[in-house]
């Protein structure tokens, strides 16, 4: 058994080489709901959705983000009507446009933790939908939503649509309960989603938050999960992984087993998304150098070939970019070769 820490799309994309040394059957993903938000009133969960659509071979690849060849009918026509109804113009009670874009409308505060038990300062409206939301996309979060209002946990409705999905691996939310990434800016403060999809991640990031996460718990079934070795894949380490690790009890059961990360930097650049940024933004610094200070309980580390940093703990290095199924299986073999030295 083998646990994999997911987040964004560094960790799913080196799911794809997971055969080359484990057999699925027998690998766990627990993927981080930090990034989830609630927008025009439907539950999306970007990183239980990329495991999810990369598993069941319909993923878009080119944007590792929803189901490749989706139409956005729906989407589209919110942004019509949008712009029909002149929403956010001046004088509007809603915010105010940003050249052709409306939004990201936040619901009210006193709505962002009531009603739905999904409710947790992660709240938008459907008006402009400022995040692409394909039509079979769609479809996922109405029935994920529909399930939830129906009283099912949200494990028992990833687990019903990994079945549908037809994965391979278990697939487990961090939490059923909700924790909302905010990032703290030089222009205020603002859900994950409208600081890196709406906002470009171009505001200064000054601090990040998980709000929920102190009452927030893991499931059961990802305390049994933490039991056996752990990978962390080249995820972001504040915003992918940082919001499983703030659930009580995490950082303990990470450092009572055998963990191997493999760094989302070489040396100090990084491969992709905003990890630099927000590294530099919580006083870490923006580095395979500060991934290891961010992690300390990681037992060994998985390294580029060009990395040559000097870390206290075992490497193992390799090409660690992953652009494809082979890259992937290069990167899970020199895991493996890592957790053999730590197990």
Known sequence: MVTFLAGGTGTPKLLDGVEAAFDPVEVTVVANTGDDVELGGFLVCPDLDTVLFAGGGVLDRETWWGIDGDTTATHDELGRLADAADLGSEGSSLPPRD????????????????????ARWRRFSGVAEFMEIGDRDRAVHITRTSLLDEGHTLTDVTHALADAFDLDVTLLPMSDDPVATIVHTDEGAMHFQAFWVARRAEPTVEDVEFRGAETAEPTPAVRD????????????????????????????????????????????????GPAADLMRGVGLDPSTAGVADAYPFVDAFVLDDEDRTDLDRPVVRTDTRIDDERDARRVVDAVATALGEVT
């Open 99 to 118: 050249g052709d874009a409306v939004g990201p409308h936040s619901l009210p505060p006193d709505r962002q933790t009531a009603d739905r038990h999904i």
């Open 225 to 272: 999960a933490l039991d056996a070795p752990v990978v962390i894949g080249p995820s972001n380490p504040v915003t992918s992984i940082g919001p499983i690790r703030a659930l009580p009890g995490v950082d303990e059961a990470l450092a009572d087993t055998a963990v191997v990360a493999v760094s989302p930097f070489v040396e100090d650049e990084a491969f992709s």
